[in-house]
């Protein structure tokens, strides 16, 4: 009894322990934009956008804060930060003398959407979308959503689900006093049930997307005509007459595949002038991002083959607009690496572009992108086609805005939360890439943060294979006792992303509690060339787990405190396909699995998933051979469902597929496992989750699995609270040796 009860204090002082710890962690607020809204000779100020958890509420609350800086760049005064939890966009006038903001709010039990006008005295006006019927939801995510201002101040361009006409069953007794007719007219009979396709994982509920115009001097609201039907267009902007759109048409015809974390769908880049809709980029790509030079002449945005592996490389386009020539490349796809100016190597595009990239004589363009396992941030010179990097040793830069070659940073590391800095270009960085930079937040350092390591480490292959190169970051303790430490093996999902040198509440946690962490970038992620992104097709549930093996000797070379016996891993997706298939393969190595709504069976999983072109299980020699796109993630070829397959063909496909599974390897899972499941998942279905644990069960392997009312990230309030504490606790449980007197809380 008295070792029972030593027991279960121990895990209560371990809960107890690691939820204060979160509870630190999560007062961290995290940069999530930022706008330089005046920038003159007697200073500037910059309006940063704020996430920060609510651990009461169980909710994300947002809030603003404004920083004065003088001439010098240093910080005059600052606000009181401005809670806008309710608002979902927000957008300036050029002049900065007005403000529209789309507010979604709680009226009579009804949720709904505003567009309120404010300028800096008053609410000028407010719009209730809802009551003016003119089309449905705003669409305020990150793929479709605009919100903008035209160039002469008086229109308001956003993107809605179109309208659709109601529908009322086959029978239904209507009112005795009659209707009027035109009104009768516009319900249609039987359509109720129709089903209505959309646009998959976190965007449910996006079927059809309209262009609209909200005039605030004669207060109408217009959808705008002319796109085609079979297009959905977004990410609109006005050319500077106030009368052309730009923006981006993806082709949902004949299906709708998932576009969250998916750069590889069919689209354009149109124009949309007096009711004609004109396309303006190649055809057979996908594109993103369109962005106007301030003087109105160039246009540019990132373009690459439509197909193929879900992310990739891009290259960067530009069309002179005025005379509509053929558009030229100014960065091209980077297969490997390329040299650029002040001694570096380039290995291509994966970001997005910033709202504002350009500077002021519409020369230079700034971006960032993922290189290597870092985040870095680089200057194009759009006449000679160089590239240059900006200097940054400490940690990840992402650009956030740039007005008037004032330039707002964000940066941060593994063991820093996000700040916001500032700095001027000037025409020396194109050479050298230093750009001055000035604290504008503060910066934060974790908890007991000088005890702790970030490296990372490259490793090359001595072989034969194409590509031989990977890297990994190890995160954890500076020192120690030989073989003392627990490890957690961390792969990304994807696969096609990658981990770089920033701040996650997940691994700052695991190490503050008493874990290292290493982050594994297999072969197939992106940062490295668009090869090496490309070497994962026909090849996954190979070469990824063949890397994070060789990671976790490398890193048990490299950190003696490190302990053998104490090896965990977790991973989400992709990365909890790793974990499962690790887990299998590797079943005396690795000792506790935490794994996030994992793909268990691809061909289970194909023909039900929001992304059936996902799973990089065949070659292209396959692929080419059976017609479809099960592997299109991988591979430079179009998902075409309308190919009709051979019996044979179709059965060696599915069996291909469930070779690449976890699921052959099940019966070889000894280490206990945690699965996390979002029953909401439409990129990996839940079934998928639920199939593991129960063969797992079966084979009477120790398991625990989270069911929750959630999609894919599981990132929502409560639940990313339960599922990340839980992670941790069950990593403790089954590596950590269970000492009494190590298990207080820490200082």
């Known amino acids: 009894y008295y070792c029972i009860l030593i027991i279960l204090i121990f895990h209560i002082l371990q809960i107890e322990k690691i939820v204060n710890l979160y509870k630190i962690i999560a007062k961290n607020p995290s940069l999530s934009g930022a706008r330089i809204l005046e920038a003159g000779n007697n200073g500037i100020s910059i309006l940063s956008g704020w996430s920060q958890r609510n651990l009461e509420r169980k909710t994300n609350q947002k809030f603003y804060q404004t920083h004065v800086l003088n001439s010098e760049l240093q910080v005059q005064s600052e606000s009181f930060p401005i809670d806008v939890t309710t608002e979902l966009l927000s957008a300036f006038?050029?002049?900065?003398?007005?403000k529209a903001v789309l507010r979604q709010a709680t009226v009579d039990n009804s949720t709904k959407q505003f567009i309120e006008i404010w300028d800096k005295q008053r609410l000028v006006k407010n719009y209730d979308l809802a009551a003016l019927d003119v089309h449905g939801d705003v669409y305020s995510d990150s793929e479709f959503s605009s919100f903008e201002w035209s160039p002469d101040n008086t229109k308001?361009?956003?993107?809605?689900?179109?309208?659709?006409?109601?529908?009322?069953?086959?029978?239904?007794?209507?009112?005795?006093?009659?209707?009027?007719?035109?009104?009768?007219?516009?319900?249609?009979v039987g359509n109720e049930y129709i089903y209505k396709p959309h646009w998959g994982e976190q965007l449910v509920g996006k079927h059809l997307s309209v262009v609209v115009v909200l005039d605030t001097t004669t207060d109408v609201i217009s959808t705008l005509p002319g796109i085609p039907d079979e297009l959905s267009p977004g990410q609109v902007i006005w050319a500077e007459d106030s009368q052309g759109i730009v923006g981006v048409a993806w082709k949902h015809e004949p299906r709708y595949l998932g576009l969250i974390a998916c750069t590889n769908r069919l689209s354009w880049i149109f124009l949309l002038k007096d009711g004609e809709y004109k396309k303006i980029s190649n055809d057979g790509c996908a594109v993103r991002c369109p962005r106007f030079s301030p003087d109105g002449n160039y246009l540019i945005w990132l373009e690459r083959e439509a197909g193929g592996p879900h992310h990739n490389a891009h290259r960067l386009m530009r069309l002179e607009f005025r005379s509509k020539p053929k558009p030229d490349i100014l960065v091209d796809i980077v297969h490997t690496s390329i040299p650029i100016k002040n001694v570096k190597h380039f290995y291509g595009l994966y970001g997005r572009l910033p709202c504002r990239c350009w500077s002021n004589n519409s020369q230079y363009i700034f971006l960032t992108t993922p290189q290597q396992n870092?985040?870095?941030?680089?200057?194009?010179?759009?006449?000679?086609?160089?590239?240059?990097?900006?200097?940054?040793?400490?940690?990840?830069?992402?650009?956030?805005?740039?007005?008037?070659?004032?330039?707002?940073?964000?940066?941060?590391?593994?063991?820093?939360?996000?700040?916001?800095?500032?700095?001027?270009?000037?025409?020396e960085a194109v050479n050298n890439g230093t750009i001055k930079r000035h604290?504008?937040?503060?910066?934060?350092?974790?908890?007991?943060?000088?005890?702790?390591?970030?490296?990372?480490?490259?490793?090359?292959?001595?072989?034969?294979?194409?590509?031989?190169?990977?890297?990994?970051?190890?995160?954890?303790?500076?020192?120690?006792?030989?073989?003392?430490?627990?490890?957690?093996?961390?792969?990304?999902?994807?696969?096609?992303?990658?981990?770089?040198?920033?701040?996650?509440?997940?691994?700052?946690?695991?190490?503050?509690?008493?874990?290292?962490?290493?982050?594994?970038?297999?072969?197939?992620?992106?940062?490295?060339?668009?090869?090496?992104?490309?070497?994962?097709?026909?090849?996954?549930?190979?070469?990824?787990?063949?890397?994070?093996?060789?990671?976790?000797?490398?890193?048990?070379?490299?950190?003696?405190?490190?302990?053998?016996?104490?090896?965990?891993?977790?991973?989400?997706?992709?990365?909890?396909?790793?974990a499962a298939q690790l887990s299998a393969q590797y079943p005396d190595l690795y000792k506790a699995i935490v794994a996030r709504n994992p793909v268990i069976d691809i061909a289970a999983m194909f023909t039900i998933s929001d992304i059936p072109d996902c799973r990089n299980a065949l070659s292209k020699e396959e692929k080419i051979k059976y017609h479809h796109d099960v592997c299109a993630a991988v591979i430079n070829y179009p998902f075409d469902e309308s190919v009709p397959l051979s019996e044979l063909d179709q059965v060696e496909m599915l069996v291909k597929m469930f070779r690449s599974s976890p699921i052959i390897h099940v019966n070889k899972v000894k280490a206990p496992t945690l699965l996390c499941i979002g029953s909401n998942d439409l990129r990996v279905p839940a079934s998928q989750g639920k199939l593991w644990y129960q063969r797992l069960k079966a084979n009477n392997v120790k398991t625990k699995m989270l069911l929750y009312e959630d999609n894919h990230p599981l990132a929502s309030g409560?639940?990313?609270?339960?599922?990340?504490?839980n992670?941790?606790?069950w990593l403790h449980e089954h590596l950590s040796e269970k000492k009494v007197e190590d298990s207080g809380l820490q200082k």
Not at 93 to 98: G, I, N, V
Not at 158 to 178: G, H, M, R, T, V
Not at 718 to 725: A, G, L, R, W
């Open 439 to 578: 604290e504008v937040s503060a910066i934060t350092k974790i908890l007991t943060s000088h005890n702790f390591m970030y490296e990372s480490s490259e490793y090359d292959y001595d072989n034969d294979n194409e590509i031989k190169h990977f890297n990994y970051i190890y995160f954890g303790p500076k020192n120690g006792e030989d073989k003392s430490v627990p490890f957690v093996i961390v792969p990304h999902g994807g696969p096609h992303s990658n981990y770089a040198n920033t701040f996650t509440l997940d691994y700052v946690l695991f190490v503050l509690s008493g874990l290292a962490v290493v982050q594994v970038n297999y072969r197939g992620s992106t940062g490295m060339g668009s090869k090496n992104v490309e070497y994962l097709q026909g090849k996954v549930g190979d070469v990824d787990v063949k890397d994070c093996v060789t990671a976790t000797q490398e890193a048990l070379k490299k950190y003696p405190w490190l302990n053998p016996k104490q090896i965990g891993i977790s991973g989400g997706s992709h990365g909890g396909f790793l």
């Open 718 to 725: 409560p639940v990313e609270i339960d599922n990340v504490i």
């Open 93 to 98: 006038t050029a002049d900065e003398q007005r």
């Open 374 to 427: 870092n985040s870095c941030s680089y200057i194009v010179d759009t006449k000679t086609k160089t590239i240059t990097e900006i200097v940054n040793d400490k940690s990840s830069l992402t650009i956030l805005d740039v007005k008037d070659d004032i330039i707002a940073f964000l940066e941060t590391s593994i063991i820093e939360p996000a700040f916001l800095t500032v700095g001027k270009f000037n025409l």
């Open 156 to 188: 308001v361009l956003y993107i809605a689900e179109k309208k659709l006409p109601k529908s009322d069953p086959f029978y239904k007794q209507k009112p005795l006093n009659k209707k009027d007719k035109k009104e009768e007219d516009e319900v249609a």
């Open 727 to 729: 992670a941790c606790l």
